[in-house]
């Protein structure tokens, strides 16, 4: 455990110091949420190795201050979201939001599906697992080569436009398809992989923030090579008495207002973890040099 995650013990760990985000310019969360991914079984297949402490796990989500809760049908399949509404229901001043676009055949297995009858179909199942009367965010977990590109945002705006779901978002997306997808419906949110060393969506990043849009980076504590002793991420860390993810999500917070890190874990102290960076300041010159590193290291790969 790090010295700031003991530290902030003693105070109330509290995830609304990241800030908030209105997403779809009217639901108001804040920035850093909770990927409810890694609660489901190994391979994101069935039920989790430890049922109990995922549940606790979720429970605590609230209780840190955390509002924005992000999973997808294909997780478990259909675990994630089930195990949400055990833990959470009815979601008092939360925001649920979910995906589709894959099936799944077994662990670690993953096939596209964005034919607009299976988007439809999906997006209704997950309203009722999740015992919502509309979806606040509900995403499109890929864009599926193999279904005309269009069909799939014209089966997205059909859920808007029959109050199944409230905002639409995209995941794993150009900036070029944002700009398409936008032409059918108002695309709330882009969800892309991105983190300090992960750095392929830095246009479309600065294209949402340029236009208001929710950036949600998946695989946000990642930190390659400057995670290893020595490096200059490890020497921050040292000096904010953090550990090195703690830095890299601070980072993260820090790069872009419309921002809206994830991160995800089945237990609990992990959560408390994650949630104890928003309480690390980094400098402007930290940040700066934190940021020539990772572009570097990203350019080298």
């Not at 909770?34 to 979720?58: C, N, S």
């Not at 429970?59 to 999973?71: A, M, S, Y």
């Not at 979201?81 to 055949?105: C, D, Q, V």
């Not at 994650?274 to 400098?283: E, H, K, R």
Request: proline residues 6%.
């Amino acid at each position: 455990m790090s010295e700031t995650m003991q530290k902030s013990g003693t105070a109330r760990l509290d995830a609304s110091k990241s800030g908030s985000f209105k997403i779809g310019g009217d639901i108001e969360v804040a920035r850093l949420g909770f990927g409810a991914m890694r609660i489901t079984g190994p391979g994101i297949w069935g039920e989790p190795t430890d049922r109990a402490e995922a549940i606790a796990t979720l429970k605590r989500v609230p209780e840190l201050g955390i509002n924005f809760i992000d999973t997808a049908d294909s997780y478990g399949p259909d675990v994630s979201e089930r195990l949400i509404r055990e833990a959470l229901f009815p979601y008092p001043h939360m925001l649920i939001a979910t995906k589709a676009g894959f099936r799944r055949s077994g662990p670690g297995a993953w096939q596209m599906d964005g034919h607009p009858g299976y988007l439809r179909e999906q997006a209704l199942k997950s309203r009722e697992k999740l015992g919502l009367e509309r979806i606040g965010l509900w995403q499109l977990h890929r864009i599926d080569p193999k279904a005309p590109r269009d069909e799939q945002f014209a089966a997205i705006k059909s859920l808007l436009d029959d109050r199944v779901i409230q905002h639409a978002g995209l995941s794993e997306v150009s900036v070029a398809d944002i700009e398409a997808a936008a032409k059918v419906f108002p695309v709330a949110t882009v969800q892309n992989r991105y983190n300090l060393v992960d750095r392929g969506s830095e246009d479309v990043l600065n294209y949402c923030q340029t236009h208001g849009i929710g950036f949600i980076p998946w695989y946000p504590l990642a930190a390659g090579n400057l995670a290893k002793a020595g490096s200059l991420l490890d020497r921050v860390a040292k000096a904010h008495r953090a550990a090195p993810s703690q830095i890299a999500l601070a980072w993260m917070l820090k790069r872009s207002p419309v921002m809206l890190p994830i991160p995800g874990t089945s237990k609990v102290t992990h959560l408390e973890e994650n949630v104890a960076a928003v309480d690390i300041v980094l400098s402007d010159d930290e940040f700066t040099a934190l940021d020539r590193e990772g572009q570097a290291e990203y350019s080298s790969t």
